[in-house]
């Protein structure tokens, strides 16, 4: 009995210590763990002002560049022989947030003409086939010319479009068609004049780089909303070095999940160093169609160097794939693509005072007005009549 209880004081003492050194064991994981989460973040922070460093570098320019389209005239079905085609000029003058845009575009034009989902007769295509045959068509292809003009001073956003648009293979004259609008808020600035946010475009938000990488919080501050109504959050990760087109660059994943944290999206970033750590390619992941193959692809093919040490993209590419057949199949099938040529740009122009107001509107046209808190006063008229 004496053996025995011995044996158990031994046994005890054993387990304790067992028990301690497991204890011990995950207090040094956690601890290192929580400082490899803290190394992460100081890296990231660490990027972060070397990107709004850099973004400085673009705050004032004048900028012209081409723009080539390629799309599908179908919303959600995919058609080879239906095209799109337009080519365009943008000329933008930046100062700081203000700015002055100008857009002329010529080619096909694509209007809907059915308000929700347009469904087809024959129900989805076979995926064997490319083509859907349908009774009706559910668009209308014009074509002609469309200019749009916008200018900002910093407190009032003017804008301004005009098409003369026909239908295609119409013998009659082009319609003329114009519309105006005036706020005191500014939808923001394009991302073609950010050289580093160039890929994100024609997403959304229109915000610097340095920004988009600091989180949802950072964004919502940035545009000055005053409460976030957002659901999802991000998770903005640095995931290493790659080289790309010979050139070195950091690798960084954004990814967004839901309320109930399930991941819904990503994007992947390579941020060249050697060109002012512009994002030299853009991958986007829509996890409802894949996690293993991109719906969109941006890369920054040929750059120029503005002046000693500052870069800026020169041909880029921006390429959507079709959502539904990504989903169907796993396999990318362009559904458009826009390419994009830097002709002319210069840094820190001289310019003449009114060039963030000055619009040239014909006197008959009826200019909206349309300012901050409309929504929500039209939305509590709305409440209060129900």
Not at 13 to 30: E, G, N, P
Request: glycine fraction near 4%; aromatic fraction near 8%.
């Amino acid at each position: 009995m004496l053996l025995t209880t011995t044996q158990l004081s031994q046994f005890s003492c054993s387990v304790r210590f067992m028990t301690l050194l497991l204890v011990f064991a995950l207090i040094s994981v956690s601890a290192q763990g929580e400082q490899k989460q803290q190394a992460s973040s100081a890296e990231l922070q660490k990027l972060i002002q070397a990107v709004a460093q850099n973004e400085t570098l673009y705050r004032n320019l004048r900028l012209k560049l081409t723009c080539s389209e390629v799309a599908h005239a179908g919303w959600f079905l995919h058609d080879d022989s239906i095209k799109v085609k337009r080519q365009s000029t943008i000329a933008l003058t930046v100062q700081g947030e203000k700015f002055a845009e100008r857009t002329q575009t010529s080619g096909d034009f694509v209007k809907h003409l059915t308000g929700g989902l347009g469904w087809p007769k024959e129900g989805f295509r076979d995926s064997a086939s490319r083509t859907v045959k349908e009774e009706t068509p559910q668009f209308q292809i014009r074509t002609g010319t469309r200019t749009i003009t916008s200018v900002f001073d910093g407190t009032s956003y003017q804008y301004f479009m005009e098409d003369k648009l026909s239908n295609q293979g119409a013998t009659e004259p082009p319609r003329l068609e114009q519309d105006g609008m005036i706020s005191d808020q500014s939808p923001g600035l394009t991302d073609l004049a950010r050289p580093h946010m160039f890929l994100f475009e024609p997403a959304r938000p229109r915000v610097p780089l340095s920004v988009y990488l600091a989180g949802r919080e950072a964004i919502r501050k940035y545009a000055g909303e005053s409460t976030s109504e957002s659901r999802f959050t991000t998770r903005i990760q640095l995931t290493g070095r790659e080289k790309l087109q010979e050139l070195d660059c950091t690798t960084v994943r954004i990814e967004t999940f839901d309320a109930n944290g399930k991941p819904r999206s990503r994007n992947d970033l390579w941020l060249a160093q050697d060109r002012n750590l512009i994002p030299i390619r853009k991958l986007h992941y829509s996890y409802r169609h894949s996690k293993d193959l991109p719906c969109s692809e941006s890369r920054i093919e040929t750059w120029q160097e503005v002046r000693e040490g500052v870069w800026f993209p020169r041909k880029t590419f921006i390429e959507r794939y079709d959502s539904n057949i990504l989903r169907r199949e796993l396999i990318q099938v362009t559904s458009w693509r826009n390419d994009y040529e830097v002709e002319n740009i210069e840094l820190n122009p001289q310019l003449p005072e009114d060039v963030f107001t000055r619009l040239n509107i014909p006197p008959e046209v009826l200019m909206k007005k349309r300012n901050r808190g409309d929504n929500n006063q039209q939305k509590k008229e709305a409440d209060s009549n129900q």
